[in-house]
Antibody, heavy 124, light 107 residues
Framework: EVQLVESGGGLVQPGGSLRLSCAASGFTFSSYEMNWVRQAPGKGLEWVSYISDSGYTIYYADSVKGRFTISRDNAKNSLYLQMNSLRAEDTAVYYC?????????????????WGQGTTVTVSS | IQLTQSPSSLSASVGDRVTITCRASQGISSYLAWYQQKPGKAPKLLIHAASTLRSGVPSRFSGSGSGTDFTLTISSLQPEDFATYYCQQLSSYPTFTFGPGTKLHIK
């Protein structure tokens, strides 16, 4: 079964740090680009970060640039999000999501596999 | 690239035909996906490339549009379709934007 399982969420004080993990199974993780997407309580979806299959190409949303770092370990079938200088507005459920690409284009795809999410709460 | 969705909320009955609109702030060709999200669950990809139905998604769902205006149509609402729907633009891949969502309520 194709599956993504996030972990590492919790309660952290403003200015603190947290590292999220996403364990992949049931597919060849090293062949897929991956994303982190978050959802604040009662709000919509916000794309956070992207990493290529090799890990060499990385992008961030402006809201987290300079504070969050995405990485992956293909040998461990794992995706990570290191979150530093956390703010109250980073409070959200964080999902890892697999990028689905058709043969000719990733722009014609979407995010086809999602984890169940892990909750991050930034509060004093 | 910004996305708007209308309506933000919609009440409908089982069997109704409903249409949700997504508008992009600039042309995005057909680089649009639609997701369904139920409370407490992760989003589910329904449609990609504006009109291509994901395998396993019921045929009552359909998508259309290109450029700046897109629609998601559910031809005959079923009880399990009451959820929140999001559009996503992939024109700026590998950065992405989601629409604000449309919550579909039971009337």
């Amino acid at each position: 079964e194709v599956q993504l399982v996030e972990s590492g969420g919790g309660l952290v004080q403003p200015g603190g740090s947290l590292r999220l993990s996403c364990a992949a199974s049931g597919f060849t993780f090293s062949s897929y680009e991956m994303n982190w997407v978050r959802q604040a309580p009662g709000k919509g979806l916000e794309w956070v970060s992207y990493i290529s299959d090799s890990g060499y190409t990385i992008y961030y949303a402006d809201s987290v640039k300079g504070r969050f770092t995405i990485s992956r370990d293909n040998a461990k079938n794992s995706l990570y999000l290191q979150m530093n200088s956390l703010r109250a507005e980073d409070t959200a459920v964080y999902y890892c999501a697999r990028q689905y690409c058709i043969i000719t284009s990733c722009s014609e795809g979407g995010m086809d596999v999602w984890g169940q999410g892990t909750t991050v709460t930034v509060s004093s | 690239i910004q996305l708007t969705q209308s309506p933000s909320s919609l009440s409908a009955s089982v069997g109704d035909r409903v249409t949700i609109t997504c508008r992009a702030s600039q042309g995005i060709s057909s680089y649009l996906a639609w997701y369904q999200q139920k409370p407490g669950k992760a989003p589910k990809l329904l449609i990609h490339a504006a009109s291509t139905l994901r395998s396993g998604v019921p045929s009552r769902f359909s998508g259309s549009g290109s450029g700046t205006d897109f629609t998601l149509t559910i031809s005959s609402l079923q009880p399990e379709d009451f959820a929140t729907y999001y559009c996503q633009q992939l024109s700026s891949y590998p950065t992405f934007t989601f629409g604000p969502g449309t919550k579909l309520h039971i009337k």
